[in-house]
């Protein structure tokens, strides 16, 4: 059964600075993966996915996620972070069905600082 | 166009009563989904509907959950009667159809329930 693990539970970084968010994930093949954010009182968003080809891929608001296969990894990456992307992120992967069954992670909280 | 809608927003019950949880789907989108998110975690599947049939309920506590999707467009998630451990976010997303590919998810935002 796959799994999504990400080790930080919460980040501050500064407004305008760089920001990474980590993912790993278990799965015995090549997985389907998906970075969601979630604003207090929202549902989630859908920020970018990877099924295949070019392993990084690019999202709405500004973020990119580079798949890592021998890292098990997909990081969730942005250069200059706005106050705006205050949020939860979930990372969550896919079986070979794609969207159909995902497994989330248990989440990052992001906060920005002035 | 219309999102993903819910109700009610919030929910405060005493245990061992019921609650109920209304979810629209997107018009057109065949496959809706319902999942229990817990304080601090993401979200997990509860159940998963193509048209009005249930495909996938393996997570569904079905001794006090049940769900149905009359008609192939709304649905209703039932829980009788609630429990302490019942309190979460009750998350509802719809996509086109299921299955291999490019069948994003959307995602309604939720109704927080709160048993006390």
């Known amino acids: 059964a796959q799994s999504v693990t990400q080790p930080d539970i919460h980040i501050t970084v500064s407004e305008g600075a760089s920001l990474e968010l980590r993912c790993n994930y278990s799965?015995?093949?090549?997985?389907?993966l998906f970075w969601y954010v979630q604003s207090p009182g929202q549902g989630l968003q859908l920020l970018l996915k990877?099924?295949?080809?070019?392993?990084l891929v690019q999202g709405i608001k500004g973020f990119e996620a580079e798949f890592k296969r021998s890292q098990s990894s997909f990081n969730l990456r942005k250069p200059s972070v706005h106050w705006s992307d205050a949020a939860e992120y979930f990372c969550a992967v896919g079986g070979y069905t794609g969207f159909q069954k995902l497994v989330f992670g248990t989440g990052t909280r992001l906060l920005v600082s002035p | 166009e219309a999102g993903v809608v819910q109700s009610p927003r919030y929910k405060i019950i005493e245990k061992k009563q019921p609650v109920a949880f209304w979810c629209n789907p997107i018009s057109g989108h065949n496959t809706l989904y319902w999942y229990r998110q817990n304080l601090g975690q993401g979200p997990e599947l509860l159940i998963r509907y193509e048209n009005e049939e249930a495909v996938d309920d393996s997570q569904l506590p079905k001794d006090r959950f049940s769900a149905e999707r009359l008609k192939g467009v709304d649905s209703t998630l039932k829980i009788q009667p609630a429990e302490l451990g019942d309190s979460a976010v009750y998350l509802c997303?719809?996509?086109?159809?299921?299955?291999?590919?490019?069948?994003?998810?959307?995602f309604g935002p939720g109704t927080r329930l709160t048993v006390l």
């Open positions: 997303a719809s996509s086109l159809e299921a299955g291999e590919g490019n069948n994003e998810q959307f």
């Open positions: 990877y099924f295949s080809g070019d392993t």
């Open positions: 799965y015995g093949a090549t997985p389907y």
